[in-house]
């Protein structure tokens, strides 16, 4: 079988691994802990960097660090991982779903002010939404695929609002804003070194920031929120942090980002310069402002063919290569079906057309050639 995303463990992770052993150093204290925060922040351009258990933990941190208060709103787009929307859940809030763009699929700018304009008012400085009074306490952006939205007009918004922006870039890191690093664009930006993200620690995260205060308090509630070693804790603090053993496997694979990021990118241009015949189909987008991650490579079947997403990857499944559909929006889950939305002409149409293909880091020529031949295949067969 070509699996979909596998971790590529080709470095140093198993060298790192055996020093957390000999060293004993083996739980959340560690030198590759301090060096994943350090690493990471260099990565990103980001002054400081606390490790943490997932991204989705990383999120509830920094949504905690924002001021996310329960029965408050969070506004998030649509289309999105699950995680995006838990993480405000466990922060006993609820998300306010948005449509995304056509042409970077994030959250869409003008959707966000529209909202904003026509759905609250601000009510002593703060923005009260109007059919729930409930009060909307921050933007969560995601960064989708490793495509970074439109942040001057998503960061004009939220200033203008007085709302923090928190960065759901789970699987962005790498990707490149107007040239620049992305771990300024956010007051808070949250990765994901799950097992299928470009860079993994097997399980894991990091949340970045600029705001030296705001960041030490994501550290202190990370860590049950101790204040002393007698065992004092001044507020309700978390077991989050990540261990040295995720950590030594994620400086291992820091090291290999930018020859992981060109394989990323070489597998989708492969995929789109070999189908791109094809008329059924179209490919991932990618902005002007935006040097993506490339996190997936895949296709989108167009709006008017019979083909569909199930038959291409049952196809596919026969001839062993693993393909699959990708997330289906929050407003259709069930936890977040009463949550509130705005029309979602975008995101209902596209996300049941996307077909996610092989893309792991140590993909071989050989198998990117026959994920081809056969999507080549299964299509001019279709097609007669
Ligand atoms: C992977 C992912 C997450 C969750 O990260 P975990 O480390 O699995 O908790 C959150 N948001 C998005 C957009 C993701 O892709």
């Known amino acids: 079988m070509i699996p979909l995303a596998v971790p590529n463990l080709s470095g140093n992770e198993r060298e790192y691994l055996n020093q957390c052993i000999d060293t004993t150093f083996v739980s959340s204290v560690g030198e590759f802990v301090t060096r994943l925060e350090k690493d990471t922040c260099k990565r990103t351009g980001a002054k400081y960097g606390v490790a943490v258990s997932s991204g989705t933990t990383g999120l509830h941190l920094a949504l905690m660090a924002a001021g996310v208060k329960a029965n408050e709103l969070v506004i998030i787009p649509s289309f999105t991982f699950i995680a995006t929307a838990n993480a405000v859940a466990h922060c006993g809030a609820i998300p306010w779903c948005m449509d995304i763009d056509q042409e970077s699929w994030t959250l869409d700018p003008a959707i966000l002010q529209e909202q904003l304009e026509q759905e609250t008012s601000v009510i002593d400085g703060q923005v009260i939404h109007s059919s729930t009074g409930k009060r909307v306490a921050a933007i969560m952006p995601v960064y989708t695929l490793g495509n970074v939205p439109d942040m001057r007009k998503i960061r004009g918004i939220a200033e203008h609002y007085n709302l923090p922006v ?26 994901s070194f799950n097992g299928n993200k470009t860079i993994t620690c097997g399980g894991g995260g990091m949340v970045v920031g600029c705001d030296k205060e705001s960041m030490d308090f994501v550290r202190h509630i990370s860590t049950t929120a101790r204040v002393s070693a007698e065992y004092d804790h001044d507020v309700v603090g978390y077991n989050y942090r990540m261990t040295n053993l995720c950590a030594a496997v994620g400086c291992a ?72 559909s990708f997330w289906k929006p929050i407003h259709n889950q069930a936890p977040y079906k009463n949550a509130p939305r705005s029309d979602m002409d975008v995101t209902n149409d596209i996300w049941s057309r996307i077909i996610t293909l092989p893309c792991s880091t140590n993909i071989s020529e050989d198998e990117r050639e026959t994920v081809v031949k056969h999507m080549r295949y299964f299509f001019t067969k279709a097609i007669k």
């Not at 699987?171 to 930006?189: K, P, R, V």
């Not at 394989?263 to 789109?272: D, P, V």
């Open 253 to 324: 694979q820091l090291e290999q980002l930018d020859s992981f990021l060109l394989c990323k990118r070489s597998t989708r241009q492969f995929y789109k310069q070999e189908l791109s015949d094809i008329k059924e189909i179209s490919f991932f987008p990618e902005t002007s402002w935006c040097h993506s991650s490339c996190w997936f490579s895949g296709v989108v079947l167009n709006k008017n063919t019979e083909i569909t997403v199930k038959e291409v990857c049952a196809y596919l499944k026969e001839h062993d290569i693993e393909a699959r």
């Open 166 to 191: 928190i960065a759901d870039a789970a699987a962005a890191i790498g990707c490149t804003y107007h040239g620049e690093t992305i771990g300024e664009l956010a007051d808070f930006t949250v990765f």
